[in-house]
């Protein structure tokens, strides 16, 4: 019996009572590799002990005191440590505790530039398909995610997307990288237009998407051409690395492979690595001169906001994630992750595509491999997988509804970065046996 709405009712859950390293370990005794960080969140994994030893002696001085009456030294110093780490650019820090908070911030820190500045008719939001930005109203309207926007698209507010940048179901076999790019750029200038070149806010965009396709980077110079069409017409450029951020991708900010500065960038999961709920909105000198110029205030704000015990663990968390050697260990264990599932399930007829950057891969299961066709959605080939690797002792990301919402599935890893070589072989071998038996038959 349990007094708890759990996300899905009917599921027994196992109780997890432990977790070190790379692993948790579940009241019957059983280990779990944590394969995909929770929800890409762990991101120097369980139990460590530099990350605690912060939060308790934050604990001893204050762990509480709301934003509206003050600041704290340790808020402080974890905004002039991301503002340090951070694309030249991003010299402000907005703190809140997670990352569809972030979103939801960020959107409202958009619309009320625009205010400040003189133009209150800019109004429309401008994301892609197969995207997630969160689960707040403002949030989920933003993300193109059709299966979780569903039932709740009567009280969303209006938003419009575009394509994605998905290589592997949406270049044309004739089209070169740099075409595929120029034409979804193309299509971004075009919605602009449509909904008028002074009417729009922001584009809104995850780096490389996570959850809702599974770990798809873009094609090298898509955002370079979307900064272009940005900058064309005043429209705000909004990245969320809320889960491919904060060293996921090999870089502390995703964005530094795309060579661009973002106007505004979500943060969350992997800067407080799991210990605490926090999540950061980083924003441009020109964003916040037009508040500082203006009113003076941002018109927002919630109870924990710049939590002192949540800014102790992550200012801790970035600090580690920051050291000589940490992105080279990310990079180097995912070029392992890449080639070992190259090797073990390129082959495999139910393989469609490997993809992913860093500790962030993803990998596309298909009925007809040369064909790309989907398994039938009622099949639910991507809960089969979650089953059979968690029987194994893998936890892993499976999704559906990878290609439009409905059709298609993929499983997302995401390890926490201190993962070994030997651990990550165990992952390759668990999910190989999870992918033979879910699509067996």
Partial sequence: MTRILHRSIAAALPHAVSGQGVYIQDAEGRRYIDGSGGAA??????????????????????????????????????????VRLAPEG?????PVSGGSEAVEAALKMARQYFVEIGQPQRRHIIARRQSYHGNTIGALAAGGNAWRRAQFQPILPETHHVSPCYAYRDQRPDETTDAYAQRLAAELEAKIIELGADQVIAFVAEPVVGAT???VPAVPGYFRLIREVCDRYGVLLILDEVMCGMGRTGSLFACTAEEVRPDLVTIAKGLGGGYQPIGAVMLSEQIYRAFADGSGLFQHGHTYIGHPVAAAAADK???????????????????????????????SPHVGDIRGRGLFRGIELVADKDGKASFDPTLRIHARVKKEA????????????????????HVLLAPPYIIQPEEID????????????????
């Fill in 41 to 82: 969140v762990s991101s120097l994994g369980h139990g460590n002990p530099e990350v605690l030893e912060a939060m308790r002696v934050q604990m001893d001085h204050i762990a509480y005191a709301h934003t509206s009456f003050f600041t704290t030294d340790v808020a402080e110093r974890l905004a002039e440590r991301l």
């Fill in 90 to 94: 991003l010299d402000y820090v907005y």
């Fill in 213 to 215: 396709m599974g770990a």
């Fill in 317 to 347: 968390v970035v600090e580690i994630l920051s050291r000589p050697g940490m992105m080279e260990h990310v990079q180097a264990m995912g070029e392992r992750l890449q080639a070992g599932l190259d090797a073990t399930l390129g082959q």
């Fill in 390 to 409: 968690m029987a194994r002792g893998l936890m892993c990301y499976p999704m559906g509804g990878t290609i439009d919402g409905v059709h298609g599935d």
């Fill in 426 to 441: 165990q992952i390759i071998d668990r999910l190989a046996g999870a992918i033979a038996a879910a699509t067996a038959g």
